[in-house]
């Protein structure tokens, strides 16, 4: 049996505890789910906005010294046509035009005078032929040619070698790829070095790994550890 008195409390219960223990639970929840997904959301924000100021900076300075350069996508190039670069056919590092090493030299001055190297975390030389010849051939010249290039920047001008990296694409990424689609002619201009220089995003877990990962001190004793 109930109590009369028991009947009454429990009928004359406040539902607010009850309410003030639901909304605690929905913040609770909400402070969970803008931790999960809002906070890196705004993380992801900042380090774009961060790369896209620095890409301005760097695209500012190089087009005010007359380098052709290009904003594309996540980084800038700057292109060097085959002529300026190498002879027909030839790749080693001695082939190397004086042209091409002029402009190179003057755009590794440029970085630095301008201390854009801390900006930068990778300058990737890329190298590129055109369709005259076998792939197989082409895939090795475009590759040692960028390779070429990547050593004139690290041992003739100083850049950094952990910032520096060359592949070949070969015949297969032209300057008009629709004309060489509708057409296989041999175009002369698809001979070319292009530089895809791509800002430092503070806080990319990657581009830390990777730096942590290279060693520029090959051969040269390295200080004990403090």
């Known amino acids: 049996m109930f109590d009369r008195d028991d009947l009454t409390s429990a009928e004359g219960a406040s539902p607010w505890p009850a309410f003030a223990d639901l ?11 803008f931790a999960v997904i809002a906070v890196p959301a705004l993380a992801r924000n900042k380090q774009l906005e961060g790369q896209r100021s620095t890409l301005q900076r760097i695209y500012r300075t190089l087009d005010s010294s007359s380098f ?17 670069t190498f002879p027909h056919d030839r790749y080693e590092l001695g082939d190397m035009r004086t042209e091409g090493k002029t402009v190179l030299r003057r755009l590794a001055a440029t970085l630095r005078s301008h201390a854009l190297l801390d900006s930068i975390d990778q300058v990737q030389v890329v190298g590129h032929t055109s369709s005259e010849g076998t792939d197989e051939h082409n895939w090795r010249l475009s590759s040692e040619r960028a390779a070429s290039v990547a050593l004139f920047l690290i041992g003739e001008t100083g850049l950094p070698a952990c910032k520096i990296t060359a592949l070949g694409r070969g015949p297969f990424y032209p300057v008009d790829p629709e004309r060489a689609r509708r057409a296989r002619t041999v175009m002369a201009q698809d001979r070319r070095i292009e530089l895809e220089i791509r800002p430092l995003i503070v806080g990319d877990s990657a581009q830390l790994s990777r730096r942590r990962q290279c060693v520029e001190t090959r051969g040269v004793p390295l200080p004990a550890p403090a």
């Open 68 to 84: 052709p350069v290009e904003a594309v996508g996540d980084y800038l190039l700057v292109t060097i046509g085959g002529d300026a």
């Open 23 to 33: 909304l605690a639970a929905s913040t609770l929840l909400f402070l969970i789910l």
